[in-house]
């Protein structure tokens, strides 16, 4: 028999990867995943259209999210997981989150539009199969194909990266304004991909605050780069979660399954799961 593995990161159509909710999930069975959490940004629409998919395929689903957070005028991304679905202060914060979104899409056209790089949302939006909410991966590939840039890599290493010149962000979330919708929602706050974090300061302050968990296990990178995350887990009794960031065709170098967790930690979050959403 295989070891269990459990991917607890991964993008649908829902926000900016290239596989709906359920063909997500049947991408996982194919993978021989046991155990998965589509972490959308900003966004839970995917669990319900993934659920039914899920039972079909021996799959367990537990709820996810991947917050967009501000922590000192820096983005920081802190996932949810086994959340109360029906919870007002998670469904809330999706809804600022959509708002927040469409202001700094526009603003963005605008900027490149000044840069002298017309788009229009119709443009961003028949440039990929978008079915939930415009990310900035949608903008880059409508840029590729306006012909202005030659890939997805150079649209945000140019133009539109955090603090590039076409870069806007919108009205602020805070991470610990997050933190405390995840809490109000019986869920559990985890540090997305610290190994991203460039910032020692926006890290330590990150780490101050009163996470469940961190992603230790991320992507393709190595034991040696996931170590130090272990070991803070470990100090802190600290959850210790992974996933691979899968986002489809968006990121092909990286495949669902990339990194996992293994039974007992997705057995703890999937018991937290059925306690909040099954009666
Ligand atoms: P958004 O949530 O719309 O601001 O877009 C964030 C998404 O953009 C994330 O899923 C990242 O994977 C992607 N992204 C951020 N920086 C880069 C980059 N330098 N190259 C490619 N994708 C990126
Ligand atoms: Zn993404
Ligand atoms: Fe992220
Ligand atoms: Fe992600």
Not at 101 to 126: A, D, F, H, Q, Y
Not at 182 to 192: K, M, P, S, T
Request: contains cysteine.
């Amino acid at each position: 028999m295989p070891p269990f593995r459990a991917d607890l990161h991964c993008h649908s159509t829902c926000s900016d990867g290239s596989l709906s909710p359920y063909d997500l999930v049947q991408e996982a069975f194919s993978a021989g995943l046991q155990g998965l959490s589509i972490t959308d940004h900003d966004t839970i629409a995917a669990y319900t259209l993934a659920a039914e998919a899920a039972q079909q395929n021996q799959v367990l689903l537990i709820p996810g999210v991947e917050f967009s957070a501000t922590l000192d005028d820096s983005s920081v991304h802190l996932l949810g997981y086994s959340f109360r679905l029906a919870s007002p202060s998670i469904q809330e914060l999706c809804r600022r989150h959509a708002i927040r979104r469409e202001e700094r899409n526009r603003e963005i056209l605008e900027k490149l539009s000044r840069l002298g790089m017309p788009l229009t949302m119709e443009e961003v939006r028949s440039a990929s199969e978008i079915t939930g909410s415009i990310g900035r991966p949608h903008i880059a590939l409508a840029m590729v194909q306006k012909k202005y840039v030659p890939n997805i890599q150079e649209a945000f290493k140019r133009f539109i990266g955090d603090r590039r010149p076409a870069f806007a962000k919108g009205s602020p979330v805070s991470a610990e304004e997050t933190i405390a919708a995840i809490r109000e929602a019986n869920g559990l706050a985890i540090i997305a991909h610290p190994h991203l974090i460039q910032d020692p300061s926006i890290l330590n302050k990150l780490l101050e605050l009163p996470f469940d968990g961190i992603e230790c296990y991320y992507a393709r990178f190595s034991t040696e780069s996931n170590a130090p995350w272990i070991d803070i887990a470990s100090k802190r009794g600290w959850l210790i979660t992974g996933g691979s960031d899968f986002h489809g065709s968006v990121k092909p170098t990286i495949p669902l399954g990339a990194s996992w967790i293994g039974e007992e930690v997705f057995q703890r979050l999937y018991e937290h799961h059925l306690k909040n959403n099954v009666s």
